[in-house]
């Protein structure tokens, strides 16, 4: 049985679905079945128990690893393979680092599958997006400054993921490069704005991990382009 761990070092290329959006049944099936490593299920608003709860449902019908990103307690649903836990480093508030982590703990200590959770040093750099308006994050970091967020998480604390947001569009070629220079143990995730095969070619040069959201709810075909354009890097 491999560890989270193990499972995340596989993965080139997830697909993020939002429940608080709608996918038909043919559109989950393609996405479930295009050859992409995961499915992460997560959303910054309008996450519920029953909207996870039945996106994961439908997901399971198919043979793919599926995480959920945990965004709101509420929102929680068991029988997911992996919890992917964010911590905001470019926040000045400490709800969105540890806050609500330390409250979740207090309440579920005895309820969490420990083995399957894996901490993701967030760095949220798209002013626009909602995750930054949430979070209150400082995302006008020069790219020494998003270094050394990759820096503290890699280094300071050894966290197994950073993840370079820049959800709704697409990042900073020369920020991209600083926090990929920054980052060695942990793994390097990037999502925002991948709206095609190139897009995801000139990501996954920089990343180890690229995470293809919105996409996937506005042009299927090129969503799907993305795998492809992923995947023939390694070979
Ligand atoms: C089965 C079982 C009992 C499991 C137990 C799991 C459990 C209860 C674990 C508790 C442990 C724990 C530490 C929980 C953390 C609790 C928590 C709510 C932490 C806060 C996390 C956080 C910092 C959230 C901020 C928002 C964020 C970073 C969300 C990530 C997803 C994201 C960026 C989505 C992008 O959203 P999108 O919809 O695309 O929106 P925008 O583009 O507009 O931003
Ligand atoms: O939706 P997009 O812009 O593809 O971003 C993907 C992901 O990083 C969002 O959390
Ligand atoms: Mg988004």
Redesign the pocket.
């Given at each position: 049985m491999n560890t989270a761990r193990q499972m995340i070092e596989t993965w080139q290329h997830v697909f993020?679905l939002?429940p608080?959006r709608t996918i038909g049944e043919r559109e989950l099936e393609a996405v479930c079945q295009s050859g992409t490593n995961a499915i992460l299920v997560?959303?910054?608003?309008g996450l519920t128990y029953d909207n996870t709860a039945e996106l994961l449902e439908r997901i399971s019908r198919y043979k793919i690893t599926c995480a959920l990103?945990?965004?709101?307690?509420a929102a929680?649903v068991?029988g997911f393979d992996l919890?992917l836990?964010?911590?905001?480093l470019n926040t000045p508030d400490p709800a969105?680092i540890v806050g609500?982590?330390r409250a979740?703990?207090e309440r579920?200590a005895d309820?969490?599958?420990w083995e399957s959770?894996i901490a993701e040093g967030?760095i949220?750099l798209n002013e626009h997006?909602?995750?930054?308006r949430?979070?209150h994050a400082e995302t006008s970091l020069t790219p020494e400054a998003a270094a050394a967020c990759g820096h503290i998480a890699d280094k300071l604390m050894s966290l197994p993921v950073v993840y370079l947001?820049y959800?709704?569009r697409f990042g900073d070629l020369e920020t991209m490069a600083a926090v990929r220079e920054a980052v060695g143990h942990a793994r390097l995730f990037y999502g925002g704005g991948i709206a095609g095969a190139e897009d995801a070619a000139r990501a996954a040069g920089l990343a180890d991990t690229i995470i293809v959201?919105?996409i996937v709810y506005q042009d299927l075909d090129r969503a799907l382009s993305t795998v492809g354009a992923v995947k023939a890097r390694s070979v």
């Open positions: 993020k939002d608080d997560g959303g910054s608003s990103e945990v965004s709101d307690l929680v068991p919890y836990i964010p911590m905001v969105w609500q982590h979740a703990i579920y309820f969490i599958p959770l967030y949220v997006s909602t995750v930054a949430v979070t947001e959800s709704g959201g919105n």
